[in-house]
C-alpha cells in the first residue's frame, strides 16, 4: 500500500511538471513523497503522514471533515490523523495540499480505507436520581465543549514517547463501546475505564500544559492536558482536582484523586486521548507511528 502510494505520487508530480513549459530541460524533478503510518485506519486509531522532501516549504490537510496539521520533525513535516467513532466506513480521502518554497502547490486527494467497527456494547445501570444525566443535551453540550478543546493545534510538542498509564490497575471498561445507559443508547465510550478506589492518586500520561481542571455535568470533575500537536489526554470523575489551568506538567506529576463523580456507576477513573479532534483508544499510543 505504502509503495502504491509513493509510486502514484510520482505519477502526479511528473504530470504537474510536464504541464509547466516554464521549467528549463535539465530542472530535477520535484521530489516529494507522501507516505502514511498504515494500510487501514480503524475507527477510534491514529496514523501518521509524513511528507517529505528537500524543497517542501508546508502543508495542510483534511481528513474526515477536520483539519490536518503539518509539523516540522527534522527533513519532514508530520500530520497525525485519526478515525472518528462512528466514521462512515466509505468514500474516506486525505487531502494533502503541499506548498513548496516556490510558492508552488501541489494536491493530493488519498483514499483512506477504513477498518471494520468492531467494538462491541456495555449496559449500565443507573439510579433514578441521576437519571437527568442521561438528557442528550447535557451530553451534546458537554461534547462540543470538548471537541472544541481536541480541534485546537498547539504546534509545540511536548509529549516524547509512549503514554504511561495514570493508575497502575485493571482496565474495567474498553474504550470505544456503545453504551447502553438504562435500556437507552446514548454513544460510544469514549476513554479507557480504570479501576481506582476513590482517592486514589492519579498521575499525568506525558508533558503538557493543563487546559481545563473544573466539573463537567457527565464526567465529573475533570482535567484536561494539551500535549502538543493536537494530542490531549483527559481524566475524570475525580473526587479532588490538585492542578490549575495553564500549569505545566511532567509525566508522573499527581493532578488529583479518584472518585465518583459525574455520570459514573461507581469510583473509577476514565481516562480519554484525543488526536486531531477526535477521541482514540489511549492503549493503541503504547506501540504508536510517531516519528
Ligand atoms: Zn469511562
Not at 196 to 208: H, I, Q
Amino acid at each position: 500500500m505504502r509503495q502504491f502510494i509513493r509510486l502514484s505520487f510520482t505519477v502526479v508530480i511528473l504530470t504537474v511538471l510536464g504541464a509547466l513549459p516554464a521549467l528549463a530541460e535539465d530542472a530535477a524533478p520535484v521530489p516529494v513523497e507522501l507516505s502514511l503510518s498504515f494500510d487501514v485506519l480503524e475507527p477510534g486509531q491514529f496514523g501518521t503522514v509524513i511528507v517529505a522532501g528537500w524543497d517542501v516549504a508546508s502543508a495542510s490537510g483534511v481528513f474526515d471533515g477536520r483539519p490536518v496539521y503539518f509539523h516540522r520533525a527534522g527533513e519532514s513535516l508530520v500530520g497525525l490523523i485519526a478515525a472518528s467513532l462512528g466514521i462512515d466506513p466509505n468514500n474516506q480521502f486525505l487531502d494533502v495540499e503541499v506548498t513548496l518554497s516556490s510558492g508552488e502547490a501541489l494536491t493530493y486527494h488519498l483514499p483512506v480505507k477504513i477498518g471494520w467497527d468492531a467494538y462491541g456494547s456495555q449496559n449500565i445501570t443507573l439510579p433514578s436520581s441521576m437519571g437527568y444525566l442521561l438528557d442528550p443535551a447535557l451530553n451534546d453540550a458537554e461534547t462540543k465543549l470538548l471537541q472544541g478543546i481536541y480541534s485546537r493545534n498547539t504546534p509545540m510538542r511536548y509529549w516524547d514517547g509512549p503514554l504511561a498509564m495514570p493508575v497502575k490497575d485493571q482496565i474495567t471498561s474498553p474504550f470505544g463501546v456503545f453504551r447502553v445507559y438504562n435500556n437507552s443508547l446514548t454513544g460510544r465510550h469514549t476513554g479507557q475505564d480504570i479501576r481506582a478506589a476513590k482517592s486514589t492518586p492519579v498521575y499525568a500520561s506525558a508533558p503538557g500544559i493543563v487546559v481545563l481542571a473544573e466539573s463537567l455535568d457527565i464526567r465529573g470533575n475533570t482535567v484536561i492536558i494539551d500535549h502538543g500537536w493536537g494530542v490531549f489526554t483527559s481524566y475524570c470523575h475525580f473526587s479532588e482536582i490538585l492542578v490549575e489551568p495553564g500549569q505545566s506538567v511532567q509525566t508522573g506529576d499527581l493532578l488529583g484523586m479518584s472518585g465518583n463523580t459525574g455520570r459514573s456507576a461507581g469510583p473509577h477513573l476514565h481516562w480519554e486521548l484525543a488526536v486531531a479532534g477526535t477521541w482514540v483508544d489511549p492503549l493503541v499510543w503504547n506501540q504508536p507511528p510517531i516519528p
